[in-house]
């Protein structure tokens, strides 16, 4: 799957006592109802994010995550992430249009 839009916010890395890396950032999606979608990066795609800057505009490749947990009162819960493993600058081009009727 993938998302295209202008980023938002990018978060800082945060690195774990198990080595673990992870970092987030929001992009906000370029269509009617525009959409602030939080996405994650873990461990060595973490810096695929070095050289993006708010106001890009690019196209991230997303992996949905979805995992069960159950709570001290034995309710399970369900819990989603989006995780990013790979971007693309994005702009226009004249395959975008190859559908118009003129």
Known sequence: MEIIGKVKKLFNTQKFDSGFRKRELVLTTE?????????????????????INIKDK??????????????????????NSIQGWKIESYSLSSDDFDDLPF
């Open 31 to 51: 269509e009617p109802y525009p959409q602030n979608i939080l996405i994650e990066f873990i461990q060595e795609k973490v810096d695929l994010l070095d050289n």
């Open 58 to 79: 690019i196209k991230i490749f997303i992996n949905i995550r979805g995992r069960e947990w159950t709570n001290p009162e034995g309710v399970i819960k369900y819990f």
